[in-house]
Structure formats: C-alpha cells, structure tokens
C-alpha cells in the first residue's frame, strides 16, 4: 500500500520502538509467511479502509435506489399575524367610503392566528439518469472492490518482501556470529603463539583489528535484523510491542521448482486492467447521464392539508376552527435551452473515455514489458546468487588453507587477515545476491498477476 512515511524517518522510529516497547512477559507470535500475509490482509490499516469503501459503495448504491421510491414528507406551520396583513381597495363603488379622502380604501384581510398540518406525498414517474445512476452505483461498487484487491496486492508485496527481509538479516547474523566465534580462536591461538614467542605482536594486532570490526559489523546486523522485524509488523499491522518469530528457513522458501515455474509462467489477469476497464463503464455511463438530461422529467404528487384560523389563540386548536384540502397532480419538466451546458459535459465525456482508452493501452503494453523484465531480473539475480555462492565457498576454501598453513608454520598470520577479509566480502555479496533474488522473485509474482 501502498506506507504513510518516508523510508528514513521510519527507520527513525522503529529504531525507538525497538528500545522502549515493553516486550517482558508477552507470548511471542511464530509466524509462517502465509500466516503473516493473512494477518495483514486482515489488520493492515490500508486493508481495513479498503474494506470501509467497499462498505460505503453500497450506501451509495441503497442511496441512488431510495430516489425512485416514494417521498413523504410532514409540514407544520403556525403563525401570529402581529400586523395583519393590508389590502388596498379602490374608493368607489360598493367599496366606497366617503369618510376617506382618498381614491384608496385600506383594508385589512386576515386573523391573529393561524396554523396548517399537513402531508406530501411524491413519487418519481420518469427520469432517465435514475436507471443510469442505479448502474453507476453498482459499477462504483465494483470498482471500490478492484480498489481493495489492488491494495492487499501491494500489503501482500510488503510482507513478503519484509518477511524475506527478516529471514536473510536473520542468516547474515548467525553467519557474522560463527565468523567472529572463528575469529576468536584465531586470536586465542595467536596470542599463544605470541607469549611463545613464535609471532610478533603486530600478528596479534592484526587479528584483533579483524574482529573489533567483525564485532561493529555484528552490531549493524542485530540492529538491521530487529528493524526489519519491526517493519514486518508495521506491514502486517501488529501491535508494535508485541514479540515475533519466523518460523521459516530460506530454503523452505525459495525452492528451485518453484522459481521454474514462475519463469515458465505466461500470467493471469491483472486487477489494474480491472480497474481501468470498470473506470471506463463509469465514464460512459456519465457520457449517457447527460445525454439523457435533454429527456422531460415527470413526477406525480398528493398532498394532504388541515388548516386552522382563529382571533383567539385558545380557539385556534377547536376542531370547527379546522378545514381540510387535498390536492392530485402530475408534474414535468422539460428542458429547453441551457446555454449548450450539457453539450459541453458530454464533449468532456467523450474526451475522457479517449483518454481512458488510451490509457489501457499503455498499462497492457507496460505490463507485458513488466513481465519481460522481472523474469529477466530473477533470471540475472539467479545467475549473480550461484556465482557468488560459489565464490562463497572458494573464499571459505582459501582462508581454511590459509589458516592450515599458518598452523604449520608455512603461512603468514597477513595470508590468513586478508583471506578472512575476503571470504566476510564473498559472504556479504552472497546474502545481498540472496535478497535481490527474492526480491526479484516478489516483483515477477506481482507482473505475473499471482501474488
């Protein structure tokens, strides 16, 4: 998911949580790589808002088919006419008041007290964007659901890739602890030699500049292994003080049938061409909402009202005071001319659909090209990890016979610091071989549609 934070400063404060959360007591967690991915789909906090839209598009969608059901609606009004209300009448005829010396006669129409209760009922008769919308709706749906598969595609990619993280920290520092546990029997043996009087000290210093950095290196691999278990549980959406162990090896992961399989792979359906594909039915239904706009809209109505009037606050509640009136009818609407507003949003329509298709095409293209090229990289990452195993283990051949030597006399203490220093460098490029192979692995997975 798609993280909420740059790289650095979650580093910053995972490296915190790792010294202050509280972990004494607590059950720890074994978890398998499928475990860990079932436990962020269903706790990741992007995986839960996924779900959330999902649960809203079919509010949306009750929402658009609640507006072809009938609308009733309740009014009360009540009203104290401080000032009635005048009506002016012409001075003549049998309205005529010669006491006035005007043309006009003020009159006053109306009651102190007056009041209404009544009911509206309405019922949509024809509209064409109501169908158009109750389709939009369901699409929308569909669309929020595409959302969430691709966003617990992208949790999926982080777990795993956190997962195989944990995993290779974890071998770089059991290999860095038997190094060092080597290094210091080297230097036990040397500082014998050295009181004997066999060596000199600088052979000793040697060894034990060797394994003050070994010790440093160690320090960055512990630190490196709790962060990335810390970034694991980030992924997955662990509390951050809980306690977690893998319970997985990297060869139980990363099986030669496997990779073969995922090479010989052609790949599935990707959700992004879902995606795209459910946006393009949403912008053709927006196309055929405003076309539909130029349609007359009808609309029946009942109305149902009580009306009450007094001079008397107290009389205006008495039921002779109170008349009754109810009215039937059919409205509708018929545009005209709307200064070629709809026009134009259905020129925009089309432009969008172009734009949507055009879109599509490079997304496919781009996948293919995706493909092309994670299988490419696991096939060069396979080939990197064999040659650096293999010089692995030559490096391991060469200080062992570095080391023979110098027992018996025939080698110098430099011959076996520096094939030490060689074989440490083959060991730490084959575990970043190791890693960007299953790197490469993730991302072929994710191209290949089967994540």
């Given amino acids: 998911m798609k993280t909420f934070m740059n790289l650095k400063a979650a580093m910053s404060i995972l490296l915190g949580l790792i010294f202050i959360s509280p972990s004494y007591g607590q059950e720890v967690l074994v978890l398998t790589l499928e475990e860990s991915v079932k436990y962020a789909i269903e706790n990741n906090v992007d995986a839960k808002n996924a779900q959330l839209e999902v649960m809203a598009s079919k509010g949306i969608i009750g929402e658009n088919l609640a507006k072809g059901l009938p609308q009733i609606t309740g009014n009360f009004d009540f009203t104290h006419n401080m000032l009635i209300p005048v009506v002016f009448l012409p001075n003549a005829g049998p309205f005529a008041d010669p006491n006035i010396d005007s043309d006009v006669v003020p009159a006053r129409f109306g009651v102190d007290f007056q009041s209404a209760l009544g009911v509206r009922l309405e019922q949509m008769i024809f509209d064409g964007s109501y169908f158009v919308g109750?389709?939009?709706?369901?699409?929308?749906?569909?669309?929020?659901?595409?959302?969430?598969?691709?966003?617990?595609?992208?949790?999926?990619?982080?777990?795993?890739?956190?997962?195989?993280?944990?995993?290779?920290?974890?071998?770089?520092?059991?290999?860095?602890?038997?190094?060092?546990?080597?290094?210091?029997?080297?230097?036990?043996?040397?500082?014998?030699?050295?009181?004997?009087?066999?060596?000199?000290?600088?052979?000793?210093?040697?060894?034990?500049?060797?394994?003050?950095?070994?010790?440093?290196?160690?320090?960055?691999?512990?630190?490196?292994?709790?962060?990335?278990?810390?970034?694991?549980?980030?992924?997955?959406?662990?509390?951050?003080?809980?306690?977690?162990?893998?319970?997985?090896?990297?060869?139980?992961?990363?099986e030669k049938a496997e990779i073969a399989s995922l090479l010989e792979n052609d790949g599935y359906r990707r959700v992004e061409i879902d995606q795209l594909n459910t946006n393009l039915v949403l912008a053709n239904l927006d196309l055929k909402n405003n076309q539909v706009q130029y349609m007359p809209k009808i609309n029946g109505f009942l109305t149902y009202q009580r009306s009450g009037a007094s001079l008397d606050f107290n009389s205006l509640w008495q039921s002779n005071?109170?008349?009754?009136?109810?009215?039937?009818?059919?409205?509708?609407?018929?545009?005209?001319?709307?200064?070629?507003?709809?026009?134009?949003?259905?020129?925009?329509?089309?432009?969008?659909?172009?734009?949507?298709?055009?879109?599509?095409?490079?997304?496919?293209?781009?996948?293919?090209?995706?493909?092309?090229?994670?299988?490419?990289?696991?096939?060069?990452?396979?080939?990197?990890?064999?040659?650096?195993?293999?010089?692995?283990?030559?490096?391991?051949?060469?200080f062992q016979m570095a080391k023979i030597k110098y027992d018996e006399g025939v080698g110098s203490?430099?011959?076996?610091?520096?094939?030490?220093?060689?074989?440490?460098?083959?060991?730490s490029n084959y575990f970043s071989a190791l890693f960007d192979t299953l790197i490469s692995r993730v991302d072929l997975e994710k191209a290949l549609g089967i994540l």
């Fill in 134 to 254: 109750l389709k939009a709706a369901k699409t929308l749906k569909m669309l929020t659901e595409f959302d969430k598969e691709k966003t617990e595609n992208d949790i999926i990619e982080g777990v795993k890739k956190a997962y195989y993280s944990v995993l290779v920290n974890d071998e770089r520092r059991k290999l860095v602890e038997a190094n060092l546990g080597r290094l210091e029997t080297l230097l036990h043996d040397t500082e014998a030699l050295f009181e004997a009087g066999f060596v000199e000290k600088i052979d000793v210093s040697r060894i034990k500049v060797q394994r003050n950095n070994l010790n440093t290196e160690l320090d960055k691999v512990v630190t490196g292994t709790a962060i990335s278990v810390e970034m694991l549980k980030l992924q997955m959406g662990l509390p951050m003080n809980s306690t977690i162990e893998i319970s997985e090896k990297l060869s139980d992961l990363n």
């Fill in 321 to 398: 005071n109170w008349f009754s009136v109810s009215t039937v009818g059919v409205n509708m609407s018929i545009p005209i001319f709307d200064g070629f507003s709809k026009s134009n949003k259905i020129k925009q329509n089309r432009v969008q659909i172009q734009q949507l298709e055009n879109q599509k095409g490079f997304v496919e293209s781009n996948i293919d090209i995706e493909r092309f090229q994670a299988k490419a990289n696991l096939k060069n990452s396979l080939k990197a990890l064999s040659v650096q195993d293999e010089n692995r283990q030559l490096a391991l051949e060469v």
């Fill in 413 to 427: 203490n430099l011959e076996v610091v520096e094939a030490d220093s060689a074989l440490k460098e083959a060991e």
